[in-house]
């Protein structure tokens, strides 16, 4: 789908949904990672993330359009437009826009590296995420000495 096609869709969804028009621009935006889309304020456009369409299909691009079409019209008539706000929460309940936008990226864990540190005296053991200097350190259950194991 085009730049003008978005454009043609969101007119059309603003003026069903909101009976209202939108008159400024909608378009895709490729840089947008996490998010399916986003209202800008100081231009009033609109953009949305391409990859809307290719993962989850037309149903989830229109309900991004209404979530932002959301943000849009609160915003020019200057009622709550955020989150946060009671009025776009009406306003989302009210067209049946969704909250949030499903996960446009895979959520990788990242693996984080355990230091394991042992007390030479009680023999306490102690993980840690960063490094410490062993030297500046003493055990926290008898005060003897802590030595870097793995």
Known sequence: ??????QVLVEDISCKVFKKNFRHVASYNKRLRTTGGRY???DH?????????EKYGMDELIGVIKHELCHYHLHLENKGYQH?????KDLLRKTNS???CRPL???????VKVHKYECKSCGLVYERKRR????KYRCGKCTGEIRKIN
């Open 132 to 135: 410490m200097d062993v030297m």
């Open 1 to 6: 789908m085009t730049d003008e096609a978005l």
């Open 84 to 88: 946060r706000d009671q009025d776009f």
């Open 45 to 53: 456009s609109i953009q949305i993330n391409p990859l809307v369409l």
């Open 40 to 42: 800008m304020l100081n």
């Open 98 to 100: 969704p909250r949030y």
């Open 105 to 111: 990226v895979d959520q990788k864990r990242k693996t």
